[in-house]
């Protein structure tokens, strides 16, 4: 049985800094690409970043890029998302998924390439 276990999350400033991780079991991890998404208040779930396999790919939403930075770790079967110069806009509630797909590239940042979700971890910055 698969399961994704996001944390990390909270309630922070904006200008705040905040690292969510994301830990998967029941499957080889390091053979999977992985991706963060998120889904605001009242908005539809959005990609957020995504890493290959072994981490040397990476691609994120350009709301996002320059202040987010995704990492893993393949022995810790660990997903990180450190994130930086938050925002009000940032806030949601966040997941990380489990990458279904034979190819990867920019355009795996689409919710449908995903499979195995978390239950998400909430987010929230004030202004």
């Known amino acids: 049985q698969v399961q994704v276990v996001e944390s990390g999350g909270g309630l922070v400033q904006a200008g705040d800094s905040l690292r969510l991780s994301c830990v998967v079991s029941g499957l080889s991890f390091g053979t999977y690409a992985m991706g963060w998404f998120r889904q605001p208040p009242g908005k539809d779930r959005e990609g957020v970043s995504c890493?290959?396999?072994?981490?040397?790919?990476?691609y994120y939403s350009p709301s996002v890029e320059g202040r987010f930075t995704i990492t893993r770790d393949n022995a810790k079967s660990t997903l990180f998302l450190q994130m930086n110069s938050l925002k009000p806009e940032d806030t949601g509630v966040y997941y990380c998924?489990?990458?279904?797909?034979?190819?990867?590239?920019?355009?795996?940042?689409?919710?449908?390439?995903?499979?195995?979700w978390g239950q998400g971890t909430q987010v929230t910055v004030s202004s």
């Open positions: 890493i290959s396999v072994s981490g040397d790919i990476t």
């Open positions: 998924a489990v990458h279904q797909r034979i190819s990867f590239g920019s355009s795996s940042l689409k919710s449908r390439n995903y499979d195995y």
